[in-house]
């Protein structure tokens, strides 16, 4: 089984490579992808990729929520991304 940060990073990568796919293969592929940052419209592999990612966002926040017992690397994740002040009050 693929670690949490693993399947993260395959979804970005997929997210990437089918805007990618999307601008040099197809006709107007730049103007594509201006329309979809502007009004939202997307190709189908576009917009699949994009739920694919906010699964693995979800999946992800959700494992972390539950705590670190499931993956050890997640607990130095979650220390990361604390705030200065967070971990103040902790102290």
Do not use: Y
Request: glycine letters at 4%.
């Amino acid at each position: 089984m693929a670690s949490q940060a693993e399947l993260l990073r395959r979804a970005i990568e997929n997210l990437i490579d089918a805007k990618l796919v999307d601008i040099l293969s197809r006709p107007e592929g730049l103007h594509r992808l201006i329309a979809h940052r502007t009004t939202g419209v997307a190709s189908p592999d576009v917009r699949n990729a994009e739920r694919r990612l906010q699964n693995t966002l979800q999946d992800f926040c959700d494992t972390t929520a539950r705590g670190p017992q499931s993956d050890p690397g997640l607990e130095r994740f979650d220390m990361a991304i604390e705030s200065p002040s967070a971990r103040m009050v902790k102290a």
